[in-house]
C-alpha cells in the first residue's frame, strides 16, 4: 500500500536589480518572496475487504519550493551579496519548514486512512488535506511568514 512522494523539486525565478534595494522593490511586488506548494496527483483504492477497508490504498504527492534569483547578485557590493545571501538561506529555511511539515503531514493522513473505511475514504482525504493546509497557514502566522526569528526573511539594505 504506498504513499508515493516524489522528490521536492526546487525552481528559481529571476530578479533583476542594479542594487539590493532594487531587488527588494522588485520582490515587494510578488504576494510572497518563496513558496513552498504541494499537490495530490491522485488518490484510488482497490475494492474493499469484508471489513469495509481499502485492500490497496495508493496516494502520490508531489511538492515544490521556488526561490528567487538575483540576476546581478555577483556584481552588488559585498555588504549587499553577503546580505543577500543571509535572505536567501532564511527563506530556503522557512520554505523547507513547510515541506518538512507537509511530508509529515502526508505521512500521518495516509496513515489515518488506512484505518478508514472506503466508504468514507474520499470526505477524509479531503479533510486531511485541508487539516494540511490550516497547518501550513498556522506555521506562517508563527512565524510572520519567516519574519521571525528577527531578523529572519527581512532584507537589511546595507
Known amino acids: 500500500m504506498p504513499l508515493l512522494i516524489a522528490p521536492t523539486t526546487t525552481t528559481q525565478y529571476d530578479v533583476s536589480g542594479a ?3 532594487d531587488v527588494v522593490g522588485a520582490i515587494s511586488g510578488r504576494d510572497e518572496a518563496g513558496h513552498c506548494d504541494w499537490a495530490w496527483p491522485s488518490m484510488d483504492f482497490e475494492a474493499a475487504s469484508d471489513d469495509g477497508f481499502p485492500r490497496v490504498l495508493r ?3 508531489t511538492v515544490s519550493i521556488e526561490m528567487p ?3 546581478e547578485r555577483d556584481t552588488a557590493s559585498p555588504a549587499e551579496q553577503r546580505e543577500w545571501d543571509r535572505f536567501y538561506r532564511a527563506l530556503l529555511a522557512h520554505e523547507k519548514g513547510h ?3 507537509a511530508l509529515t503531514s502526508a505521512r500521518r493522513l495516509y496513515a489515518r486512512l488506512l484505518r478508514t473505511r ?3 475514504l474520499e470526505t ?3 479533510n486531511g488535506k485541508a487539516r494540511i493546509q490550516a497547518e501550513s497557514d498556522a506555521y506562517d502566522a508563527v512565524t510572520h511568514h519567516g519574519l521571525r526569528p528577527p531578523p529572519g526573511t527581512m532584507i537589511t539594505v546595507p
Open 19 to 21: 542594487t539590493l534595494a
Open 59 to 61: 496516494i502520490s504527492m
Open 69 to 71: 534569483r538575483w540576476v
Open 99 to 101: 515541506e518538512r511539515r
Open 118 to 120: 472506503a466508504r468514507d
Open 124 to 126: 477524509a482525504f479531503e
